[in-house]
């Protein structure tokens, strides 16, 4: 297994840094629902709106949005497909949990009395 470090300069390029932020995964929730003006996703923020623009910025980097921009506004639509680096690294783990929840399983079905029976009521 070959471990790649990141440098400062390709941080904000990759999808893992773009997302664990709480403000950036919000703000891709809101673009599911398509493509919004820096405006209208800023108004949903407490934050200034030069925040947002920093934020969206950092989802630019990483490829998780694109920009349009129509006279003076800018519009911004996701790029889901840049999440596919993250599915394929969080698949990876499936499989660990689906045997421990398996393995959950047969401990309750062992531990469960056979249906018909009543438990011991005091």
Do not use: C
Request: no cysteine; proline share 6%; hydrophobic share 35%.
């Amino acid at each position: 297994m070959q471990l790649v470090t990141k440098t400062v300069q390709n941080a904000e390029a990759d999808p893992f840094t773009a997302i664990a932020h709480p403000v950036r995964r919000q703000i891709l929730d809101m673009l599911r629902s398509g493509q919004q003006p820096v405006k209208q996703l800023a108004s949903a923020f407490e934050v200034s709106r030069p925040a947002i623009s920093q934020h969206l910025k950092v989802l630019l980097d990483a490829g998780l949005v694109s920009e349009k921009r129509t006279g003076r506004e800018h519009y911004y639509r996701l790029q889901a497909n840049r999440l596919q680096e993250v599915q394929d690294w969080v698949g990876q783990y499936e499989q660990f949990w689906n045997q421990k929840l398996d393995a959950l399983g047969r401990y309750l079905e062992q531990t469960q009395p056979p249906t018909g029976e009543k438990e011991d009521q005091p």
